[in-house]
């Protein structure tokens, strides 16, 4: 038992290992992932995934697969494909058959594989899924409409593809056995009722549980954890394989009632899909038998090839015929189609059953279909990035700011990150405000930023941090709340009112749901506002090895440091919970006394 538990603590440690890694890289974490379950499964054999779990393996994979399908399902809402619905629905009903078709008759024709094995292997590559699909995302981060679609293919097409899957195995058993089609089509009707009527139901249900208050707040996480468990579990006792489309369903349910906030159930689903994707992976490459894969390569990589260049981009491009999509777009979305999770643990299932029953070859079908998956997250996350890059068809960096406020002080700082070459966006109910704004040349939202409306029209490419310059320091501590799930919380940032230092701390806001304070506790909003109505000015200067830091201090003892530029043209912000380290090179802004120019001709100002 404690070597048991000590295996299971290792694939949690590894897969954080694996995260964080890919996290200080810039790559999608499935890469360190598969080589790390690789290395430590078949290659030094640390664990040995089916004696380690046994008969709770796949169980539990499929059960692990229901909560990523889950939280990625609560992501979908019918708003934001209006565009692309027609994609969508192209990609995941004859796009499907397509690739089902290439991918079938590709390998049976070029690489002489048994029929119905090339069949069942088409089936299997229909698959995407989210597992893959959304840490692509998150690096390459395209356009709005290419992220919809693939996030809304991905997701979709497992239960689909999961399904169509079961009707081709079931097939080759019946055929294999003799028996009428007729079971076939009874099966088919039979997972598609049970899963829609089953998820439907525990959508409606978990609703009405959340919004009549029936469970307490402190347990909405661990009562939707349960209910998706039992949906999974009870539809697939009833029909085979119909959770993953139970789940899927109860999760678009969920997601487009506007009475309910899932936003906390959502954040804890997405933690805990990490923990299952680091870990499943790792276990599901461990079970990697290397010499079969090393003796059929040839084939593997064929199949590969044929799924990559062949099936990929042929479906993208029937599927899209008609669409508005530009041809760049459509490039890299043909380019875009990873293999995952649910194909990975639906080869090695089926796997089993077909040598249960001694079909030939059978084992032929997980090396060809992890190859594929290894294949396809190898290539598209090294190059996806550079190739959405090239086509322009990637949003950029998000190191651009929302500054909460459009007052005059709020635009004197956006004015000035403006200049040095910052993406600003002033957000500001007062039209008056907005209305000077623009006309300064600054990028505005004129709404409430906290607002539902803001929600849905609030442009925030390009944006990853939060400046709360508004004098109300109840809007900028609500507005710091709600954008530090968006940005994270270090990249929040919360100006000091005179409130603030009047105000007892039992009465205050908490400084963690706050963020950093800006510049310095002293700078509060109306010291701030006050000297540049009168001789003081925003000025940049140059920290260079005759004029270092130091001396800058020394020499500007009233300065109010806003923020500084690296060597980079990095932008950071002064903040008074920490000292930052000022290089030669670097250029500091700050409100500074205005300077006599006839008297102070030359100075290290710039």
């Known amino acids: ?26 790559l999608p974490a499935i890469l360190p992932l598969l080589a790390v379950g690789i290395i430590a499964g078949p290659v030094f054999h640390l664990f040995d995934p089916k004696a380690l ?34 994609v969508v629905r192209h990609l995941i009903t004859f796009g499907a058959m397509l690739t089902w078709l290439v991918v079938s008759f590709g390998a049976y024709w070029l690489f002489e ?48 593809g999961a399904l169509f899957a079961v009707m081709v195995f079931e097939f080759i058993i019946l055929n294999s056995s003799g028996l009428p089609l007729g079971h076939l089509v009874w099966l088919f009707v039979e997972i598609i009722f049970t899963g829609a009527l089953l998820g439907l139901a525990a ?26 468990l039992l949906t999974s579990s009870a539809s697939n006792y009833i029909a085979h394989e119909s959770g993953l489309l139970a789940v899927t369903l109860m999760g678009i349910w969920l997601a487009n009632r506007e009475k309910i906030h899932i936003e906390n159930i959502l954040n804890f689903n997405e933690n805990l899909t990490v923990l299952l994707i680091s870990v499943l992976f790792i276990v599901l490459a461990g079970q990697l038998d290397l010499n079969r894969l090393i003796t059929v390569a040839g084939t593997a990589i ?82 996806a990035g550079t190739l959405g890059r090239w086509l322009g068809v990637s949003d950029p960096e998000p190191n651009g700011f929302l500054i909460v406020g459009a007052n005059p002080l709020a635009r004197a700082i956006a004015l000035a990150l403006q200049k040095h070459g910052a993406q600003v966006l002033v957000a500001d109910s007062n039209y008056s405000n907005i209305r000077t704004a623009r006309m300064e040349g600054l990028a505005t939202f004129y709404g409430n930023c906290v607002s539902k409306y803001a929600d849905q029209h609030l442009d925030l490419i390009g944006i ?50 706050r963020g950093y304070t800006l510049f310095d506790d002293q700078a509060t909003f109306a010291k701030l506002s006050s000297l540049l109505t009168k001789d003081y000015e925003i000025r940049t200067t140059k920290i260079t090895e005759e004029f270092d830091y130091d001396a800058y201090l020394a020499k500007n003892p009233k300065a109010i440091k806003l923020f500084y530029l690296n060597q980079k043209d990095e932008i950071h912000v002064f903040v008074a919970e920490e000292t930052a380290k000022i290089e030669e090179g670097y250029r500091i802004v700050s409100v500074l006394p205005m300077i006599d120019e006839v008297a102070a001709p030359a100075k290290a100002e710039v």
């Not at 090339?118 to 893959?132: A, C, D, E, N």
């Not at 939060?466 to 004098?471: E, G, H, Q």
């Open 203 to 228: 959508g409606y249900l978990l609703e009405q549980l959340l919004n009549r208050h029936w469970v307490p707040e402190y347990l909405h996480n661990l009562a939707t954890l349960a209910l998706v």
């Open 1 to 26: 038992m404690e070597n048991i538990g000590l295996t299971i603590v290792l694939i949690i440690v590894l897969g954080f290992l694996c995260q964080w890694a890919s996290w200080r890289i810039g």
């Open 302 to 383: 064929g199949c590969y090839l044929l799924v990559q260049f062949v099936a990929r981009p042929l479906t993208v491009a029937v599927s899209t015929i008609g669409s508005e999509l530009s041809w760049r777009e459509r490039l890299l979305i043909a380019w875009i189609g990873p293999r995952g999770i649910v194909a990975a643990a639906i080869s090695a299932l089926f796997a089993i059953k077909l040598q249960a029953i001694n079909y030939p070859n059978a084992e032929l079908l997980v090396s060809l279909t992890f190859t594929v998956i290894i294949g396809t997250v190898l290539v598209q996350s090294l190059t």
């Open 464 to 513: 990853g941090k939060l400046l709360a310059l508004s004098p109300q320091e109840e809007l900028n501590a609500i507005a710091s709340i709600r954008y530090s799930t968006e940005f994270g919380r270090k990249h929040i940032f919360h100006i000091a009112t005179t409130t603030d230092q009047k105000t007892l701390e039992k009465h205050l806001s908490a400084k963690d749901l």
């Open 113 to 160: 594989l048994d029929l119905s094995l090339s069949i069942l292997f088409g089936s299997l590559m229909i698959v995407t899924g989210p597992t893959v699909i959304v840490p692509i995302l998150r690096t390459v981060r395209p356009n709005a409409n290419i992220s919809n679609i693939l996030r809304w293919e991905g997701i979709l097409i497992d239960p689909i």
């Open 53 to 86: 779990f046994g008969d709770l393996l796949y169980p539990a994979v499929s059960l692990a697969v229901s909560i990523i399908l889950f939280e990625g399902s609560l992501t979908l809402k019918f708003s934001e494909i209006k565009q692309v619905r027609n």
